[in-house]
């Protein structure tokens, strides 16, 4: 049976499985409008979630049939992967900030042997080592291609409300996380009338105790240098600011004083950044540097998948360091090193 949180003022969660991931689950929310229930996020795309999804609703009163609209906070697969399968059972919209929405547009175009010699030669200009390119260029360990993700028919515009009848919902963009990362704003009375400026559905982008992965984003069509950390640590003081009483985020569980798990982050990407400063008294690459960060196990036992994960974002890391004028790149380097300033 479904777990069914009740949060009170017309919201519940449901705890919909992410199979074969530490994570567990995503909480999908389920907001009532005079519509019908509207979603926050989806799940997983996988016949056991979805049956957790439908069993979820049954025991809310409703059915996959019955939901008004889809609202995704951003395009990873454990948010909007079983979204076309509620539209397809309910005719239902659903709505994705643009630059999610343009990221979806591509999955869905472009062929799998573009993206790997794209990223073969970002990891390449990023100092990983022959082995590591070796099964990209003979195109060994590609996933099988799932189902593409649905298109969204609604775009997500920052700072408007949605139109949710008979809700305040605002889109509040945080891009960090991905580039269409949104957090939405319930602009109502917390139902314990606990202090605050209403509930947060925050997505990935503010957990209670997990950071979410901050690495670039990527575009083979797109060459701009961005700086995604910037933007993460922008968007988290922008959510500080809103002071809402109440989080509900995508995974783990509802929690209040946003305020500090906000700052407690500032900190902690501040001393992570601070910490890096130390490494880069010698001249490294990307891929060097990741080595030497420090991450939930040893370098060696991080998997082949994840440590270009985790390459992308000790890269986030080295544009947050040059932004700020505290690193820089070392002139005729080749592949590039990066220095401490
Ligand atoms: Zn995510
Ligand atoms: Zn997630």
Redesign the pocket.
């Known amino acids: 049976m479904t777990q069914v949180h009740d949060h009170g003022g017309g919201v519940r969660s449901l705890r919909v499985p992410i199979p074969d991931n530490p ?1 567990g689950h ?1 909480l999908v929310y389920v907001v009532d409008t005079d519509r019908g229930p509207v979603l926050v996020d989806t799940g997983w795309d996988d016949p056991a979630s979805w049956d957790a999804l439908a069993d979820g609703l049954a025991a809310c009163g409703t059915s996959p049939g019955e939901i008004h609209g889809v609202v995704i906070t951003h395009h ?1 697969p ?2 909007h992967g079983l979204s076309g399968a509620v539209r397809e059972a309910s005719g239902a919209w659903i709505a994705m900030h643009a630059a999610d929405g343009a990221i979806v547009r591509r999955a869905r175009s472009t062929n799998p042997d573009r993206w790997l010699t794209y990223m073969s030669a970002k990891l390449e200009a990023a100092g990983a080592p022959e082995e590591h390119l070796a099964p990209l260029r003979t195109g060994l360990p590609r996933s099988v291609p799932g189902l593409a993700p649905a298109l969204p028919d609604r775009e997500i515009v920052p700072g408007e409300l949605l139109t949710l009848p008979g809700r305040r919902l605002r889109a509040i963009w945080t891009p960090g996380h991905t580039p269409g990362h949104v957090c939405l704003h319930l602009e109502e009375e917390h139902p314990a009338r606990l202090p605050g400026h209403g509930r947060l559905f925050s ?2 982008h503010l957990l209670p105790g997990i950071t ?1 992965h901050i690495g670039l984003y990527e575009d083979p069509d797109d060459a701009t240098v961005t700086d995604p950390l910037g933007d993460y640590l922008d968007s988290l003081e922008r959510v500080g600011r809103l002071a809402p009483a109440e989080v509900l985020p ?2 783990q569980h509802a929690f209040t004083d946003a305020a500090s798990r906000v700052r407690e982050l500032l900190t902690h990407h501040e001393d992570r950044l601070t910490g890096l400063l130390s490494l880069l008294a010698d001249p490294l690459t990307p891929w060097q540097l990741a080595e030497r960060m420090e991450w939930n196990r040893p370098w060696e036992q991080i998997p082949y998948g994840s440590r270009n994960i985790a390459v992308s974002e000790a890269e986030a890391h080295l544009r947050r360091l040059v932004k700020l004028g505290r690193a820089e790149a070392v002139a005729g380097s080749e592949p590039v090193t990066y220095m401490a300033v």
Do not use: Q
Request: glycine fraction near 10%; aromatic fraction near 0%.
């Open positions: 994570l995503t990873h454990d948010h997505g990935d979410p995508a995974h």
